[in-house]
């Protein structure tokens, strides 16, 4: 199985919830373990939100998602101010993000999580998940029946 996305959203809060759902819808329909459905949409939700804040008004951004048999790979990329380098400080907290967790948490939920940014060029994030289906998927990329109507 190979499903690919690829979404071009306006600079508006509303984006997030829209890319949020279709991502989910397709990894729901696909037979992903809804807990990891649960991981992908948060950590997605975090990076759709630092395009929206970061990006230059009036300027979309991209999402491309592409789900495979083994995982997915989700990138976000803006056009705007870019959001400079930067670590966690001492006490773990991302000061960087809303609430002090964007980065730490698309960290946490994603097997690889890497963050790129030229001032005043934009910036990317990269997550990638391996996926967990759900005990009543079939197994990925084993032959699919289809039922005929009598």
């Known amino acids: 199985m ?20 279709t991502v989910t819808a397709a990894l729901s329909t696909a037979g992903v ?3 990891c459905v649960d991981e992908v949409e948060v950590a997605l939700s975090e990076a759709c939100t630092n395009a ?9 951004y991209e999402v491309m998602v592409s789900i495979s048999d ?24 991302d000061h960087w993000a809303e609430d002090g967790r964007g980065m730490a948490l698309m960290n946490a939920l994603s097997d690889l ?3 790129d ?14 996926l967990r289906w759900s005990q009543s998927a079939q197994q990925p990329g084993a032959a699919r029946s289809v039922e005929r109507p009598r």
């Not at 929206?52 to 979309?60: L, Y």
């Not at 940014?117 to 391996?130: A, F, I, N, P």
């Open 2 to 21: 190979r499903v690919q996305l690829a979404l071009s959203l306006p600079r508006e809060a509303i984006s997030v919830p829209l890319a949020r759902h």
């Open 33 to 35: 373990e809804p807990a």
């Open 52 to 60: 929206v804040k970061h990006a230059v008004a009036g300027v979309t």
């Open 70 to 93: 083994e995982q997915v790979s989700i990138e976000v990329v803006d056009s705007g101010s870019g959001f400079g380098q930067h670590n966690a400080s001492p006490d773990g907290r």
């Open 113 to 115: 999580a890497l963050f």
């Open 117 to 130: 940014s030229v001032d005043g060029e934009g910036g990317s994030v990269h997550l990638t998940k391996r």
